[in-house]
């Protein structure tokens, strides 16, 4: 089955920067969507980024739209997210998701489009 491991978080200052990246393992990404999302203690998981399946389309949750990136590389089975210009409330576990299996170029936003997630990285931003 399908393993998804995520990496690049730990503690930096506002205003910083941070590149997270989610190893697949198990399955071929190609022919899914993907994205990221977030959750903070006390708080719902929230959408931060989806990606298309071929990466031609990507789509943001607006409290990060002209500062996160999301990207990915199908040939290294791996999704990205380039966080620049960090705030404290960006401090958060971020997880990575897997689409469903739906054909066609599209962006996933919501938690019933994703059928598999990572155990999540922390990421953590001071003030």
């Known amino acids: 089955q399908v393993h998804l491991v995520e990496s690049g978080g730990g503690l930096v200052q506002a205003g910083g920067s941070l590149r997270l990246s989610c190893a697949a393992t198990?399955?071929?990404?190609?022919?899914?969507?993907m994205g990221w999302f977030r959750q903070a203690p006390g708080k719902e998981r929230e959408f931060v980024g989806g990606i298309s399946r071929s990466g031609g389309s990507t789509a943001y949750a607006d409290s990060v739209k002209g500062r996160f990136t999301i990207s990915r590389d199908n040939t290294e089975n791996t999704l990205y997210l380039r966080m620049s210009s960090l705030k404290p409330e960006d401090t958060a576990v971020y997880y990575c998701g897997l689409g469903v299996p739906i054909h066609g170029e599209y962006v996933p936003i919501n938690l019933y489009e994703f059928g598999a997630w990572g155990q999540g990285t922390q990421v953590t931003v001071s003030s």
């Open positions: 198990g399955r071929t990404i190609s022919s899914y969507a």
